[in-house]
């Protein structure tokens, strides 16, 4: 939504040439906000920015979704000291919330955050959207809302294993709560795969 000025300058023969002419474009309002901490940790992403009525807009630097901080099956931190710090000191995640399945240890048997020991980590099991997401995590969503609805656990991470299909699922629900419009939310859960 920012509106963006230029001017033509040329420079021939030694002489500088300036247009007195000044032409602008604007920017879309809406768009990602993809968040590029490290190469193997993808889909983060803030859940703000979305415009939701004349002049309001969903508030950013509070949610966010992303993949997994650590391996499955091993728990292994896979955060190198940049991401830690971007998670940490800027971004300020104060919780974490791991999607992936504790009866194949898909999130490692860890018990705490790879992002640091006060890092609230609140790891809900979730079945994966190969079947139907909704009837399969009625407990998880419980568990889930009741931790978005606690503002003194924000801001939030939300994940899975890749950051696409439980996280997905999640990120869908919580936009459609916050009225953003159905396209943006397609486009959101779409851009997953890319």
Known sequence: GT?????????????????????????????????????????????????????????????????????????????????????KDQIKIKTEIDLRKTSTLEYGGIDQSPIGPDVNYCVIPSESTDNNPFTLNKRQFVEIFSIFADPNNYPIDFHCAIGTDRTGCIAFLVEAILGIDIEYIYRDYLFSNF
Do not use: C
């Open 3 to 87: 509106t963006y000025y230029w001017t033509v300058s040329i420079n021939s023969n030694g002489k500088e040439y300036v247009s007195k002419d000044v032409s602008s474009f604007k920017t879309k309002d809406v768009y990602l906000r993809n968040l590029n901490i490290q190469t193997n940790v993808r889909n983060v992403r803030d859940l703000g920015g979305y415009k939701i009525s004349e002049g309001r807009r969903v508030k950013q630097g509070l949610l966010y979704r992303s993949a997994r901080f650590s391996e499955n099956y091993t728990g292994n931190n896979i955060l190198k000291e940049k991401a830690t710090t971007i998670l």
